[in-house]
C-alpha cells in the first residue's frame, strides 16, 4: 500500500513561491493518480489540483488556475505542487492522497490514503 509524506511548507510572503513535495513509497505508486488539497483553519478540506498516473492528464481549482503547477516523477515515486504568486488565501495544510484516477477528484471521498500535511502560511 501507498505511504504519502508530504514537505516543502513554510511561510512566505505574499506574491511568494513555494514548491511542495509528496514522496510515496510503496510499489504500487504508479498505480493511482494523486491531488493535492488544503485546509484552512476552521475550513472544510478542498480539492487544489490532482495528477492522473501517468503525469499526462491534471486539473485544477479555479483559485490556484495559472499559479500552480502540479507534476509527478513515477520513477522517483515523487509528485509536485509548484505554487507562485501566493496570497494570504492561500495559507493551509497541504495535503497530498491517492485515488484511482481523477475523475471525481474534489470529493474527499475518492481518495484512499492520505499524507499528514505541511504548513503553508502567506504573510501579507
Known amino acids: 500500500q501507498v505511504q504519502l509524506v508530504e514537505s516543502g511548507g513554510g511561510l512566505v510572503q505574499a506574491g511568494g513561491s513555494l514548491k511542495l513535495s509528496c514522496a510515496a513509497s510503496?510499489?504500487?505508486?504508479?498505480?493511482?493518480?494523486i491531488g493535492w488539497f488544503r485546509q484552512a483553519p476552521g475550513k472544510t478540506r478542498e480539492g487544489v489540483s490532482c495528477?492522473?498516473?501517468?503525469?499526462?492528464?491534471?486539473v485544477y481549482a479555479d483559485s490556484v488556475k495559472g499559479r500552480f503547477s502540479i507534476s509527478r516523477y513515477n520513477t522517483k515515486n515523487m509528485v509536485y505542487l509548484q505554487t507562485s504568486n501566493l496570497s494570504f488565501e492561500d495559507t493551509g495544510t497541504y495535503y497530498c492522497?491517492?485515488?484511482?484516477?481523477?475523475?471525481?477528484?474534489?470529493?474527499?471521498?475518492?481518495?484512499?490514503?492520505w499524507g499528514p500535511g505541511t504548513q503553508v502560511t502567506v504573510s501579507s
Open positions: 492522497a491517492v485515488e484511482e484516477n481523477c475523475g471525481n477528484w474534489v470529493s474527499r471521498n475518492s481518495y484512499i490514503k
Open positions: 495528477v492522473d498516473r501517468h503525469g499526462e492528464s491534471t
Open positions: 510503496g510499489r504500487s505508486f504508479s498505480n493511482y493518480a
